[in-house]
């Protein structure tokens, strides 16, 4: 009818959308092609800036353009003086700040500006704060432009209490705010340093505080959650040892195990003495025999050359406060020393860290009443609990093993890896309190081998009946001499199984392992050595094999 407009239909509209883009991707398409074989003949001059920037205005997430605009600009820059590079550069971080108005969450834009600030000879870091002040008000979590903050902070000398401040206003305007509590983190250790901490206790009072009101206000949340993990780990362990072992057979060594990992410079706090006389120039290894190296390892082991085969030697070891000393008999092959099995696996707490977790945990326990499904809130008590004491409450630690992985079955690997750390952990201090060579692990659902390390002195390990699929950290156990494995899912022991010199039995039935890789490495290590594999073989003495089904 005469006078009224007519109205697309649904597929005449997507008809010509489809038109549309068409032409755009063709029109795009020449400008690439232009861009690259000017930039291939090396042509550095200002059409190409006009055409790299017609290009990247609607989509500047081309990385390969800002590389040619980089290099066009240095060219150009050669012939300039230093007001003309001003205003050239000048120009080019407006053009940026259109193209972050296009996509405020571009690498490539961000990554560009810091490059035209480095290289321009006044550069107005005032002027760039305020930016990120404007984007920041835009979109209080965009991270890439909390990275450029930080970058320029640093740049004109902000100071650190002015920033944490702002990290405070803008987790009041959105608690939900990773970035703020991130950059927190890194502002809190620099302002509120401690004596033997990298956080004094005071400050960490208050952002205790602070994370409450946060997880309280939002439980489900999980950035303020993390940020009160964060508090919860900066106590820092004093460097003690927990298991030393000295073998005379099958190569004569010594082997030290600390509480946490340390360098090879560690070592100038820990003094040694073989005999009568300190060791000389020690050559320390990783427990896996890699040439020493500053890369912090728990166990590290030396060989011994000159240990004496028919004389008892007496071992001194020194970690201040540490003195330890025990005795290599004459007619033993290998001696060990233990630490005390309240030492094992503790947390290092002050009396007034203690005094700040017994506070965290009751308010955990107050906002799990109230929200009994929450995960975080679980976890967070978990680890308060293990935190201040592991023995006391290992009861309770088991039970929110288990509520997580009910409530969150999409991480249930990752707590069943708690779980087994929390049961291998009891059992440790079991072993260390009664001293034995024998630790008994089976049945106890366990997914992982933890704290191997802890288990150097043991020579009976039985890991039966649970769920593990690799036995990783094995090579820990250097006095090892029976290694059972059944009924586990595992597929592949080669690594790790191959460095246990001491190795006599090693039994795998039922598990998923092929058979050519147990009979490969019980060829290639070990001359008596009794295999029980899955499918049935027996490799014994002189590789008579039957089937034992």
């Given amino acids: 009818m005469h006078g009224r407009v007519k109205v697309r239909t649904t597929e005449e509209q997507e008809e010509a959308k489809k038109k549309e883009r068409a032409a755009k991707v063709q029109m795009y398409r020449q400008l690439s092609s232009k861009i690259y074989e000017k930039r291939v003949s090396g042509e550095y001059d200002d059409e190409a800036l006009k055409l790299t920037e017609k290009a990247l205005t609607p989509n500047p997430e081309i990385s390969t353009l800002w590389n040619y605009r980089r290099e066009i600009f240095i060219e150009k820059m050669k012939s300039l003086d230093a ?186 706090h820990v003094s040694t003495r073989i005999g009568d006389a300190p060791l000389a120039e020690p050559l320390w290894s990783t427990s896996v025999g890699k040439p020493a190296n500053d890369k912090p390892a728990s166990m590290w082991v030396c060989p011994l050359d000159n240990l004496s085969t028919d004389k008892s030697v007496q071992i001194e070891l020194t970690c201040d406060p540490q003195c330890i000393t025990f005795t290599l008999e004459t007619e033993s092959q290998d001696a060990f020393w233990l630490s005390t099995a309240y030492e094992i696996c503790q947390s290092y707490n002050t009396v007034a860290t203690s005094t700040i977790l017994e506070s965290e945990l009751s308010s955990c326990e107050q906002l799990l009443e109230l929200e009994p499904q929450n995960k975080w809130c679980i976890l967070t008590t978990m680890l308060l609990r293990q935190s201040l004491d592991p023995v006391k409450h290992h009861e309770d630690i088991i039970k929110h093993c288990s509520a997580l992985i009910a409530v969150d079955p999409y991480r249930r690997g990752y707590y069943s890896d708690l779980l087994s750390k929390q049961i291998t952990e009891s059992a440790l201090r079991n072993l260390y309190g009664n001293p034995t060579r024998e630790l008994d692990l089976s049945n106890k659902g366990l997914t992982k081998l933890h704290h191997a390390e802890l288990m150097v002195h043991v020579t009976m390990l039985n890991l039966s009946n649970n769920q593990l699929t690799s036995v990783h950290g094995v090579h820990h156990l250097k006095c090892l001499e029976e290694l059972m494995l059944d009924h586990n899912l595992i597929r592949e022991v080669q690594t790790g199984i191959a460095s246990l010199l001491k190795l006599r039995v090693l039994s795998l039935k039922n598990n998923r392992i092929l058979s050519n890789s147990i009979i490969a490495l019980a060829h290639n290590r070990y001359k008596s050595m009794r295999l029980v594999v899955a499918i049935g073989y027996t490799v014994c003495g002189v590789w008579q094999c039957k089937t034992s089904r």
């Fill in 83 to 268: 007001d003309a590079v001003k205003v050239a550069l000048g120009s080019e971080l407006h053009f940026l700040e259109n193209c972050l108005r296009v996509n405020p969450k571009c690498y490539g834009v961000w990554h560009h500006r810091c490059w035209v600030m480095e290289n321009s000879p006044s550069p107005d870091w005032i002027m760039e704060k305020k930016l990120c002040d404007q984007f920041l008000k835009y979109d209080e979590r965009n991270f890439h432009c909390w990275d450029y903050r930080r970058y320029v902070a640093a740049k004109a000398n902000v100071p650190a209490d002015e920033e944490f401040m702002f990290t405070s206003e803008k987790i009041t305007d959105n608690f939900s705010n990773y970035s703020a509590w991130h950059y927190r983190s890194k502002l809190l250790p620099r302002l509120h340093p401690g004596d033997k901490q990298e956080v004094s206790e005071a400050a960490l009072a208050k952002e205790y505080e602070l994370v409450q009101n946060a997880f309280f206000t939002d439980p489900s949340d999980q950035s303020s959650w993390l940020y009160h993990r964060w508090l919860l780990g900066r106590e820092t362990c004093p460097l003690t040892i927990n298991a030393v072992v000295i073998t005379r057979t099958p190569a004569p060594s010594l082997t030290v195990t600390f509480n946490r990992s340390v360098g090879l410079s560690d070592f100038a």
